[in-house]
């Protein structure tokens, strides 16, 4: 599985943009890129995934270069309810012959001030 | 719909004694997931179901461990006899690829702590 690099904290102010960059160097051709958040006390919860370009919902947007190599998580005008950690994983059930075990590294504890 | 269920969210032990921890995945979820974090440490995958198969154990630290999905609905993962270093919290996950593709649906997950 493609070994995921992010930072391991960030800070930030309310109604501020945040931009969590994740490095997937080798990352497989059939591999998709997949950010969780996990709040305290809490089990992650899905947030965003994409293979190409951009993708964007209601809670962020995924920004993921032609070469694949990184993707960056935003989230536009965070709050004090984002304070959480951000988990960029890559994989995919073809990559993994038929067994997908998501991978989590130690992911990016975002903290949000006032 | 209802999300994955973990029972207990709490459990206090002593070393030596067995704790048996519950997983109610999302209904027609059939891959089901257990993970664990140690204190410090990041969160471990531990095995994989696919219906009542066991799919993949690679990451059951011993022969203390043993999982279970009869029916290939709820899953129970038993420690017996609970050590020290067990202490944590354990997650169980469920996904629906056809639906949801490799999206992962997490329970709030139980903490363990031996003593």
């Known amino acids: 599985l493609a070994k995921t690099t992010q930072p391991i904290s960030m800070d930030s102010y309310e109604g501020q943009e945040v931009n969590i960059t994740c490095s997937h160097n080798?990352?497989?051709?059939?591999?998709?890129i997949t950010w969780y958040q996990q709040f305290p006390s809490q089990g992650p919860r899905f947030i965003i995934q994409?293979?190409?370009t951009k993708v964007t919902n209601e809670v962020a947007s995924l920004f993921i270069p032609a070469d694949r190599k990184s993707s960056t998580l935003s989230l536009p005008r965070v709050s004090l309810s984002d304070t959480a950690v951000y988990y960029c994983l890559v994989g995919d059930r073809a990559s993994s012959g038929g067994s997908y075990i998501p991978t989590f590294g130690r992911g990016t504890s975002l903290i949000v001030h006032p | 719909e209802a999300g994955v269920t973990q029972f207990p969210s709490h459990s206090v032990i002593e070393k030596g004694q067995t704790v048996t921890l519950r997983c109610d995945p999302i209904s027609g979820h059939d891959n089901l997931y257990w993970y664990r974090r140690v204190m410090g440490k990041e969160i471990k995958f531990l095995l994989h179901f696919v219906k009542e198969s066991k799919q993949d154990e690679s990451g059951m630290p011993n022969n203390r461990f043993l999982a279970e999905r009869t029916g290939g609905t709820y899953s129970t993962l038993k420690v017996q006899p609970a050590e020290l270093e067990d202490s944590g919290v354990y997650f169980c996950?469920?996904?629906?690829?056809?639906?949801?593709?490799?999206?992962?649906?997490f329970g709030s997950g139980t903490q363990l702590s031996v003593l």
């Open positions: 996950a469920s996904s629906h690829p056809e639906v949801w593709g490799e999206k992962l649906f």
């Open positions: 994409g293979y190409k």
């Open positions: 080798n990352i497989a051709t059939n591999d998709y």
